[in-house]
């Protein structure tokens, strides 16, 4: 079975500084990993994936993720965050192939001030 | 781009009543997930389908059922609610695993 851990429930953080949300996960075999976005009252947007290749991804809105096989670990940064950036990230992991469902982590919710 | 569809939007609903909830993928994905979140919840894999047949069943509760149907629509039937069943139910589709699953906006239903 598949789990995932956000170590940070709310990460407070002031415009325009760096932040790092926090994902690990516990897997028995290889996986894919993404990190979705849900804005107040709204759906999960798709910010990034890992599937294979380069550990570095980059996502829309100018976040990346590192993929850290001997941390079990998929960290979420942003160089400069925005106000906009307020939102809850959930972390979420599945196996490698065509249907298989997310495991999502409780969710770290980013509050950005001014 | 076309996203997915989900109706209704909001649903209020009594105890004991039963609720359809319905999505309409991405046009060409194959596979559909329905998740549940609670208030303040991770979402919660509930059933998926893969080329109109059962996929993966996760933690969907017996008073619930769920199809898809030929055009890919695919419908969650939700029976004799509690009030528990009060979330936010959110439809997800796929062309395949690597690509990622995309959301719709999800169906809130409250059950008073």
Same mark, same amino acid.
């Given at each position: ?60 809105? +100018? ?41 999502? +982590? ?6 950005? =001030?001014? | ?52 047949? %059962? ?9 619930? =059922?769920?199809? %898809? ?14 009030? +528990? ?28």
């Amino acid at each position: 079975a598949q789990s995932v851990t956000q170590l940070d429930s709310q990460v407070p953080v002031f415009e325009e500084a760096p932040v790092e949300l926090r994902c690990n996960y516990s897997s028995s075999v290889s996986v894919y990993l993404f990190w979705y976005v849900q804005y107040p009252n709204q759906g999960l947007q798709l910010l990034l994936k890992y599937l294979s290749g380069s550990t570095l991804v980059k996502g829309i809105n +100018g976040f990346e993720a590192e993929f850290n096989k001997s941390q079990t670990s998929f960290h979420l940064r942003k160089p400069s965050v925005h106000i906009s950036d307020t939102a809850e990230y959930f972390c979420a992991v599945s196996d490698p192939w065509g249907y298989s469902t997310l495991t999502f +982590g409780k969710g770290t919710m980013l509050l950005v =001030s001014p | 781009a076309a996203g997915v569809i989900q109706s209704p939007r909001h649903l209020i609903k009594e105890k004991r009543e039963t609720a359809t909830l319905k999505c309409y993928p991405i046009p060409r994905h194959d596979t559909v997930y329905w998740y549940q979140q609670g208030p303040g919840q991770d979402p919660q894999f509930l059933i998926s389908f893969y080329e109109k047949m %059962q996929s993966d069943k996760g933690s969907i509760p017996d008073r619930f =059922s769920a199809q %898809q149907f030929s055009d890919y629509h695919s419908e969650l039937n939700m029976s004799s609610l509690e009030l +528990g069943d009060s979330a936010l139910y959110f439809c997800a589709s796929s062309l395949d695993g690597s690509r990622g699953q995309y959301f719709g906006p999800g169906t809130r239903l409250t059950v008073t």
